[in-house]
T-cell receptor, first 114, second 111 residues
Framework: GAVVSQHPSRVICKSGTSVKIECRSL??????MFWYRQFPKQSLMLMAT?????????EQGVEKDKFLINHASLTLSTLTVTSAHPEDSSFYIC??????????FGPGTRLTVL | QKEVEQNSGPLSVPEGAIASLNCTYS??????FFWYRQYSGKSPELIMF??SNGDKEDGRFTAQLNKASQYVSLLIRDSQPSDSATYLC???????????WGAGTKLIIKP
């Protein structure tokens, strides 16, 4: 299968700081990537669809000014959590489709905001 | 509103038995169907995908699709303790590659 990487795998930050998470498709190009959030013992929640060269599409209830997404190249999408607060602590996962609808996931980033 | 429904479980199955996981979906126009496995604290991993009615086998895993009844299932033969995980059903069909996700079924394989 295709390989998607994420960095960092874990981050702990103080309330009010911004955190950038990178998602890379290592062996294929991805014009579309997806960003998910998962709270403990809960299901995946799609936050936004990242589109290379254009604006991201956000799901209802997700603040686009708080979760900034940039998809500057065919292999890299970034999610920046601006002014993070403890309620933003979660497991953030990106995915990219390889062929058709098959999505391959990055290993995830666990964010803890103190 | 497109929906994918799964029983949250937990589903407890003895080691060596067949585990059967089920999923129903609301959009009759759905074209692609996926099963992902997610271990606690890890990201989902693609196990199987199926596009056509019928069965698709891959090792100990069999995906079954019935579009008329709008359900898809995953059978795991000779269940092992390492199969214990949450299994997510996902359904696609839109041109933007977006998948609709079920909430997942927690599977526990008892030694």
């Amino acid at each position: 299968g295709a390989v998607v990487s994420q960095h960092p795998s874990r981050v702990i930050c103080k309330s009010g700081t911004s955190v950038k998470i990178e998602c890379r498709s290592l062996d294929f190009q991805a014009t579309t990537m997806f960003w998910y959030r998962q709270f403990p013992k809960q299901s995946l929640m799609l936050m936004a669809t990242s589109n290379e060269g254009s604006k991201a599409t956000y799901e209802q209830g997700v603040e686009k000014d708080k979760f900034l997404i940039n998809h500057a190249s065919l292999t890299l999408s970034t999610l920046t959590v601006t002014s993070a607060h403890p309620e933003d602590s979660s497991f953030y996962i990106c995915s990219a489709p390889l062929a058709g609808d098959e999505q391959f996931f990055g290993p995830g980033t666990r964010l803890t905001v103190l | 509103q497109k929906e994918v429904e799964q029983n949250s479980g937990p589903l407890s199955v003895p080691e060596g038995a067949i585990a059967s996981l089920n999923c129903t979906y609301s959009d009759r126009g759905s074209q692609s169907f996926f099963w992902y496995r997610q271990y606690s604290g890890k990201s989902p991993e693609l196990i199987m995908f199926i596009y056509s009615n019928g069965d698709k086998e891959d090792g100990r895993f069999t995906a079954q699709l019935n579009k008329a009844s709008q359900y898809v299932s995953l059978l795991i033969r000779d269940s092992q303790p390492s199969d214990s995980a949450t299994y997510l059903c996902a359904v696609g069909g839109d041109s933007n590659y977006q998948l609709i996700w079920g909430a997942g079924t927690k599977l526990i394989i008892k030694p």
